[in-house]
């Protein structure tokens, strides 16, 4: 009898293994061939190339080399902040191709990949202080200028955002409004990042308005963005956030 079942228990696998297989065009190099569904619609190759964060040596920003922008940041309003994969090249091809080339197809790989950063942050945070008796988590994102939403027709931090939510089941709220228009900071200096993005971050209208709909004591705000560079836009948002509501904010970005 114990024979029969365990027939039986190999024929149910290989018949969930060959549901969860297709055949379809790889999200990446669009090359033809078998996916398996835990592979993010790529191929096997494309996958193994994904460069996961699975070790970090800053504590605060998740990086996996010693980082001198924490080091040097005299005031930080965010306590934790985690990434999904490393920018090299291959994410950032991946990253033009949805952020300015519209290819929606890349959206939800990247929402599954953001789940990664999450769960990353939840473990190390386990060294923190135990949750207060009556804390809200909930998710919200990098606004972008009203000139970058005409360009794109879309916020990719919001779209990551709620991506994020309906993966971790948390409430997606935009608590954030941009007052003004940046020019792109990855071709910045430090110091000017740090004179470019004052005062340009506040909250939206009726933000506690969308608070009330999830009453608690105190937040835990995640805030979600594409990539993390030096921390100024994540520090900027959260500094907005913590002298106008009672939370702890945390940064979940895509990429580091």
Known sequence: MRNWR???????????????TKREDCLLCKQSGLMHGQHLGLCPSCYMRIPWIRQVMCAVCGRGELCYD???RKDAYFIQSRSAVRYDEMMKEMLARYKYRGDEKLQT?????????FRSLQMDRTSMPALPAKVQE????????????EERGFNQAEQMAIELGNRVGLP???LLHRSKHTD???FKK????????????????????????YPADSYFIYIVDDVYTTGSTLNQCAKVLVQSIPASVFGITWAR
């Open 6 to 20: 365990t027939w039986i228990d190999v024929i149910k696998g290989t018949f969930r293994v060959a549901l969860s």
């Open 70 to 72: 924490c080091q040097r």
């Open 109 to 117: 790989m990247i929402g599954h990949m953001l789940v990664h950063a």
């Open 138 to 149: 909930l998710i919200t994102f990098v606004p972008v200028s009203e000139r970058r939403m």
């Open 172 to 174: 997606v709220i935009p």
């Open 184 to 186: 792109k900071q990855s």
């Open 190 to 213: 430090r110091n000017e990042r740090l004179d470019d993005l004052a005062h340009v971050f506040e909250l939206s209208l009726g933000y506690s308005s969308r608070l009330m709909s």
